[in-house]
Structures are given as structure tokens and as C-alpha cells.
């Protein structure tokens, strides 16, 4: 398997999934740290950099939820054609899911650049940022294919480009997603 590394920024993305985007969220934990002041790139940066830790994640994208960040690891083309990598999610406010109240998550991602779609592998569900305190743990189906949505879209280009051009994503500013 080819492996090609995304340039190491701020942290990398996550997908909570369907089951995160449910009821309203609760207030922040103890040490679990505000959302932003505002969802411009300059704050939302100085966010992450204040409150996340991880060494060489890439910050993707942004949008009202959170921030999506890709692995240090980069992305490996896998024998099939299909492209995986590690997805991290930061939350601003926590949510309520079936299992409990998650603020991060970390999912393994097989993408169909070619189809434009992904599926969860397996994912990780936390009570805290800094993918701290499991909730839960999911695997999945590999060919259980999902259409990108809102900032998967940005999460699932740069994937794709990463391994097209076989070099690692410059650091670049974040950029809220469409």
C-alpha cells in the first residue's frame, strides 16, 4: 500500500457520525473548554491552538459544530483503490447521542475518491476534547458507503488530492465550511 502524508498544522478531523447530530447540546463539561468567540479563521485557529493537543494533525475545515482534522499519518491507497485515513472531530459544545454526551471523536475513513463517497470503518466517540473519556466504540462496514455532507465535502477533497498528487497538504489557513 502507497502512503502519502498530509502536512502536519493544527490536529486532524473526525465524523461523529448521524448519532452526534442529535438533541440540543448541554453545557460544556468541567475543563472541557468554551466554543469560540466568533467562527472567523483568526479565532477559530487561536481556538485550536489554545485548547486541542496533538502533534501534526491538519486542520481541514471549521463550520458551527466544530473542526474536522486529518491524521499525521497521512492517507495510504489501499490494494482495492479505495484511500483510508483517521478523521478527527472537535466539537465546540457537547452533544447528546444515544450513548451518552460526546465533544470529539475519531473515525477511520475508506473514501471512493473517484465515487465521492466514504465509509466509517470504525469510530470512536468521547465525553471531552482532545479525544478524552470513551463513550463509545463503533465498527463499521467498510462498503457501507455515506454521500459527503456539508464540510465532509472539504474533508473528502483534501483526502482525495493527497493521494491524486502524491504530496503532502500544505498548511493552510482553516476555512469554514459551505
Given at each position: 500500500?502507497?502512503?502519502?502524508?498530509?502536512?502536519?498544522?493544527?490536529?486532524?478531523?473526525?465524523?461523529?457520525?448521524?448519532?452526534?447530530?442529535?438533541?440540543?447540546?448541554?453545557?460544556?463539561?468541567?475543563?472541557?473548554?468554551?466554543?469560540?468567540?466568533?467562527?472567523?479563521?483568526?479565532?477559530?485557529?487561536?481556538?485550536?491552538?489554545?485548547?486541542?493537543?496533538?502533534?501534526?494533525?491538519?486542520?481541514?475545515?471549521?463550520?458551527?459544530?466544530?473542526?474536522?482534522?486529518?491524521?499525521?499519518?497521512?492517507?495510504?491507497?489501499?490494494?482495492?483503490?479505495?484511500?483510508?485515513?483517521?478523521?478527527?472531530?472537535?466539537?465546540?459544545?457537547?452533544?447528546?447521542?444515544?450513548?451518552?454526551?460526546?465533544?470529539?471523536?475519531?473515525?477511520?475513513?475508506?473514501?471512493?475518491?473517484?465515487?465521492?463517497?466514504?465509509?466509517?470503518?470504525?469510530?470512536?466517540?468521547?465525553a471531552h476534547n482532545n479525544l478524552e473519556g470513551v463513550?463509545?466504540?463503533?465498527?463499521?462496514?467498510?462498503?457501507?458507503?455515506?454521500?459527503?455532507?456539508?464540510?465532509?465535502?472539504?474533508?473528502?477533497?483534501?483526502?482525495?488530492?493527497?493521494?491524486?498528487?502524491?504530496?503532502?497538504?500544505?498548511?493552510?489557513?482553516?476555512?469554514?465550511?459551505?
Open positions: 500500500m502507497a502512503s502519502v502524508k498530509l502536512a502536519p498544522t493544527l490536529l486532524a478531523a473526525l465524523c461523529l457520525a448521524a448519532a452526534a447530530k442529535a438533541a440540543p447540546a448541554p453545557a460544556p463539561a468541567a475543563g472541557d473548554p468554551p466554543p469560540p468567540s466568533a467562527l472567523d479563521e483568526k479565532t477559530v485557529s487561536a481556538w485550536a491552538a489554545q485548547h486541542l493537543k496533538g502533534d501534526g494533525w491538519v486542520l481541514v475545515n471549521f463550520d458551527a459544530e466544530g473542526i474536522r482534522l486529518a491524521t499525521p499519518e497521512g492517507v495510504s491507497l489501499m490494494s482495492d483503490g479505495l484511500v483510508e485515513t483517521d478523521i478527527r472531530h472537535e466539537l465546540f459544545t457537547p452533544v447528546s447521542v444515544s450513548v451518552g454526551q460526546a465533544r470529539s471523536g475519531l473515525a477511520h475513513w475508506a473514501v471512493d475518491c473517484k465515487a465521492r463517497r466514504f465509509s466509517v470503518v470504525s469510530m470512536t466517540i468521547f463513550v463509545a466504540h463503533k465498527i463499521g462496514d467498510r462498503k457501507s458507503w455515506q454521500d459527503p455532507v456539508a464540510s465532509e465535502n472539504d474533508t473528502l477533497d483534501a483526502v482525495c488530492e493527497a493521494i491524486r498528487s502524491g504530496k503532502r497538504l500544505e498548511a493552510r489557513p482553516p476555512h469554514a465550511a459551505s
